[in-house]
Nanobody, 124 residues
Framework: QVQLVESGGGLVQAGDSLTLSCAGS????????MGWFRQAPGKEREFVAA????????SYADSVKGRFTISRDTAQNTVYLHMNSLKPEDTAVYYC?????????????????WGQGTAVTVSS
């Protein structure tokens, strides 16, 4: 059974950095994509970043491009989201997700498994 567990969220100030982790288990195939999504209060879940199992390509939402970096450790089945220069508008619950295809997708419906989420709050 596939399980994804996020960690690393918390309360930070604007301009700070934070790294989220998503530890996966229950799968061993190589052709998949890991994505990060976020959902702010009262808003729909939105795409943040994604990475293929091979590490390339990656994809980012325009709102985080240049500030966030997605990476993965295949030996540990873990994907990371390194977030720099955080802004109050980055406040959301962040979810990692797994897609059983080798191509990156930006819509949440294309992902097959989800973690429980980790909350990030950025104060101004």
């Amino acid at each position: 059974q596939v399980q994804l567990v996020e960690s690393g969220g918390g309360l930070v100030q604007a301009g700070d950095s934070l790294t989220l982790s998503c530890a996966g288990s229950g799968y061993g195939f190589s052709d998949y994509v890991m994505g990060w999504f976020r959902q702010a209060p009262g808003k729909e879940r939105e795409f943040v970043a994604a990475i293929t199992w091979s590490g390339r390509p990656t994809s980012y939402a325009d709102s985080v491009k240049g500030r966030f970096t997605i990476s993965r450790d295949t030996a540990q089945n873990t994907v990371y989201l390194h977030m720099n220069s955080l802004k109050p508008e980055d406040t959301a619950v962040y979810y990692c997700a797994l897609r059983w295809y080798a191509s990156i997708a930006l819509n949440s419906g294309a992902y097959d498994y989800w973690g429980q989420g980790t909350a990030v709050t950025v104060s101004s």
